[in-house]
């Protein structure tokens, strides 16, 4: 198992669909014997190549979305509630991702599903340093956190993610890669299972 | 079964995943015991409200799609050649399909499968009224497809069905549409046949 590939599992940490995908991408990595690798990027990066402006700021694609989201949730049965000032920028999360990815990726995937939780029941505010370093204590000191939020480092390591995302052709959230073949988009989950279980095609 | 909502199966002529679901579409009707209504439109009506340009002319998107039809075409076993000239403006084929569907409807379906087929098989020239009267022959005289062609009343059919699209919140091809639940994409014909066996969440 250890010579295989790993899934790369891409998301904005503030995108419904990733939510909803970080609920099903542990298990679609168990049942292949995948190592899983989870990879926040800020999406703003492809926007500006593709000329999106996020389905929540899209007339016709917002409406879809809001009601497609309640369905997903009705029928996963998974708590939903978009803060009132969604989309928010995840920046701060984001970075604080990486500082304790630093320190261990498992407690990275952790503070990740804390963060996907709190925001999409609870209205995480996903860009302010005092609640995304609250948050992270479980891990690591606040302190910590806080100073990594406004250091460089940080902000150049996620800038560069981000911009190796779009390198490597990502203009959306999720966004899955194995061996280079990419997926796109919460619906694709079962087309990746596929391509996992059959070795491709 | 003539009491349940029909399938209502929204699509441009030229869009690909429309033509892959086009294959599947008459199952998923066939399996849930519903009738199935084609709705060929103009999606530029949609693009106009939501700023997109479509996939082919969209940087990152583009070149996800290109790969992820290829991959669809092989998964499902069907012919698939991109004319060089994608995409092209289906507006002849869309006018001879209501042409068509005001003698038959039956005859309007064969001949919207006819022309998926040889567009994304041999390029057909969806623009050209030569080649869609050419092709609408089976079922109607040259003469009268090219009268219909040029005349006001289906220009004016074609715009309406596409503002009606715009007006229920289609924004992109291949929808669908069950008693006004909306299912946007090929890839959503999975969540499409739960919906109809289970009778919706």
Redesign the interface.
């Known amino acids: 198992m250890s010579t295989k590939a790993p899934i790369e599992f891409w998301f904005y940490f503030t995108s419904a669909y990733a939510y909803f995908a970080s609920l099903e991408i542990e298990d679609v990595a168990r049942e292949a014997g995948r190592e899983l690798v989870w990879r926040p990027f800020m999406l703003g990066s492809?926007f500006e190549?593709?000329?999106a402006?996020g389905l929540s700021n899209?007339?016709?694609?917002r409406?879809?979305a809001l009601?497609?989201w309640d369905?997903i949730a009705?029928?996963r049965k998974v708590a939903f509630e978009l803060p009132p000032a969604h989309p928010v920028l995840p920046i701060a999360a984001t970075r604080a991702f990486y500082r304790l990815e630093e320190e261990s990726p498992d407690a990275a995937v952790a503070f990740a599903k804390r963060v996907f939780e709190l925001y999409f029941t609870q209205g995480l505010d996903t860009r302010d340093p005092q609640a995304v370093a609250a948050l992270a204590e479980t891990f690591l000191p606040g302190a910590d956190i806080l100073a990594a939020l406004s250091s460089d480092h940080y902000k150049r390591l996620v800038r560069q993610r981000s911009e190796e995302a779009?390198q490597r052709?990502?203009?959306g959230s999720p966004w899955m890669f194995v061996a280079g073949e990419?997926f796109?988009?919460w619906?694709?989950l079962?087309?990746l299972r596929e391509w996992l279980k059959s070795g491709g095609?």
């Open positions: 492809a190549v593709t000329g402006r899209t007339p016709l694609k409406e879809y009601h497609d369905r009705r029928k779009v052709g990502v203009f990419p796109w988009g619906d694709r079962p087309m095609w």
